[in-house]
């Protein structure tokens, strides 16, 4: 057994169900909030590229830009207003969630989802229509407030609705509709640039209203999951929607196990103050250290380097586009193996590969980059075969973060928390994921600047230590009902000195047999 232990499904429940159509389709709706934040980052990222965008709201950085054509390309992008339009929204983003978190508790996920969506068409429609950089700011807020509120419910309704066997994969498609919204805004922004007359940001900016209405009239037609309406009291209605969901009338197990859980959460009167119980160490763990080793996978990093390297092989003024589609496609086709294998190969397989993968490119890159870039920052004439490998290994790098830290960033934090906690944690898992976006946004150019290709090295570091952390730590949560993830942290080999028995009786179908050989049914 690894070091890490955990349980497979056999040891727990396995409640009657189906993958119906009716979930299917749900749950890809529901997804579809992942769209806003994924066209949100691959649209901001090409208008602030875009020469009237910046002479309009930024002519300080444009005239900078114009008259530094520095060759060094450590630091030609190194410009902290320009950042901080770009990081505001991140900064709005975790406001949102704290407070979408009673939302999402007391009024249900479909209302969160429904402010979300929103929120950011507001934002998107004062974007479009900017007339100062007030408006800009205004707009970039009131997106973040979407954003947040979006990140906040979607895992959550995903997690809720999905059959446990297939909960990975249906959870995923948020990861997926954000690696689509990224594509769709790269090439839009393309398209747009081209635009003569140079209001070509004004669709990109404007064009966020589309995803917006997507997740708005998706939230109004979706139900909501039995899990939230337990919670607020409406248990029959629950069980009708529950056997509804799985396709058999035999849901009694497992709709009185949501009841025990929903009854549980009653009892909780503060969910911010109960999260720092003792009891919750494990939960508090991972949805403060899973989204902060996402954003220190050096994906950003991987990202910006891409254009130069495919001008480089001959794409000429196009490479910003290629660079975006190239790594957009690869990012789009390796989450949908995460899709796959998620349910089959389970969560930690994936991480621990993907980090592996991650981090043998990033020293192949730093390698290539330091020996070509040196420390002035000046390629020179790079030779094609070069730029090819290095190409190459950032689409190795790409795909073994889309199946391993992109997706499960999100999975993981959203199906482990009980329910009497579990809108406070996915907040802080969600907050703390946009701080940490907002940071790394922030100095990253800074970073580039002064440790040149070393950054690579320096999120290469990370890397290592997240996948020590994983395997250690993080127990296997592959086929365990959502209700049932107790029993992860009872059997595992550090988590279990935190789970008395007396807290968790595991919803009062398991005692603790003699001997201490661990739980048996009764």
């Not at 054509?69 to 339009?85: E, G, I, P, R, V």
């Not at 209405?213 to 979706?222: A, F, M, N």
Request: glycine letters at 10%; aromatic letters at 14%; hydrophobic letters at 50%.
């Amino acid at each position: 057994m690894p070091a890490a232990g955990g349980i497979g499904p056999g040891n727990g429940k396995e409640y009657p169900g189906n993958l119906t159509p009716f979930v299917t389709i749900t749950c890809i709706v529901a997804a579809m909030g992942g769209l806003i934040f994924g066209y949100d980052i691959g649209i901001s990222g090409g208008v602030t590229t875009m020469t009237p965008f910046l002479q309009k709201f930024f002519r300080e950085v444009w005239e900078k830009k114009e008259a530094n054509k520095s060759t060094n390309q450590y630091c030609q992008y190194d410009s902290q207003t320009l950042t901080m339009f770009t990081s505001s929204l991140y900064l709005a983003a975790l406001l949102a969630s704290l407070v979408a978190s009673t939302v999402t508790r007391k009024l249900g996920r479909r209302l969160s989802m429904l402010f979300g969506g929103l929120l950011f068409f507001a934002g998107a429609l004062i974007n479009g229509f900017a007339k100062a950089v007030w408006m800009l700011i205004v707009g970039r807020l009131l997106l973040g407030f979407g954003i947040g509120f979006a990140n906040q419910s979607v895992p959550l309704y995903l997690s809720e609705m999905a059959p446990y066997k297939y909960r990975g994969a249906l959870n995923i498609g948020f990861q997926l509709s954000i690696t689509v919204g990224i594509l769709i805004a790269n090439v839009l922004n393309y398209f747009f640039a081209k635009i003569k007359g140079g209001w070509g940001w004004r669709l990109s900016l404007g064009g966020a209203m589309v995803p917006a209405l997507i997740i708005t009239v998706g939230s109004l037609v979706l139900p909501d999951t039995p899990n939230s309406m337990i919670e607020r009291g409406r248990t029959e209605e629950a069980r009708a929607k529950l056997k509804k969901i799985r396709g058999v009338d035999d849901v009694d197990e497992e709709f009185r196990d949501l009841v025990s859980a929903s009854d549980a959460s009653k009892l909780v009167e503060h969910p911010w103050r109960n999260l720092l119980q003792r009891k919750y160490r494990p939960h508090l763990t991972m949805a403060i250290l899973i989204p902060f080793f996402q954003q220190l996978t050096g994906i950003n990093v991987i990202m910006f380097y891409a254009p130069v390297l495919f001008n480089t092989i001959g794409f000429g003024d196009d490479a910003s586009l290629m660079s975006a589609v190239i790594t957009g496609v690869v990012n789009v086709a390796a989450t949908l193996v995460s899709i796959y294998g998620v349910d089959k190969w389970g969560r930690r397989f994936l991480f621990l590969e993907g980090g592996v993968q991650m981090l043998i490119c990033q020293a192949v890159v730093a390698a290539c980059i330091g020996a070509k870039f040196g420390t002035s920052g000046n390629p020179g004439d790079l030779p094609k075969w070069y730029a090819i490998v290095v190409v190459l290994f950032i689409c190795v790098y790409v795909a073994g973060f889309a199946w391993s830290w992109g997706p499960l960033g999100w999975l993981v934090p959203s199906e482990i928390f009980p329910l009497e906690i579990r809108s406070a944690a996915q907040s802080i898992n969600v907050s703390v994921n946009m701080m940490f976006t907002f940071l790394v946004a922030q100095v990253f150019l800074t970073m580039l600047c002064h440790l040149k290709f070393g950054l690579f090295m320096f999120f290469a570091f990370f890397v290592v230590i997240m996948s020590i952390f994983v395997y250690y730590f993080l127990p296997e949560t592959k086929g365990i009902p959502i209700e049932e993830m107790n029993q992860v942290w009872k059997s595992h080999w550090y988590w279990s000195r935190f789970m008395e028995d007396l807290d968790y009786p595991i919803n009062g179908n398991l005692e603790m047999s003699k001997g201490g050989q661990g739980p048996k049914l009764v």
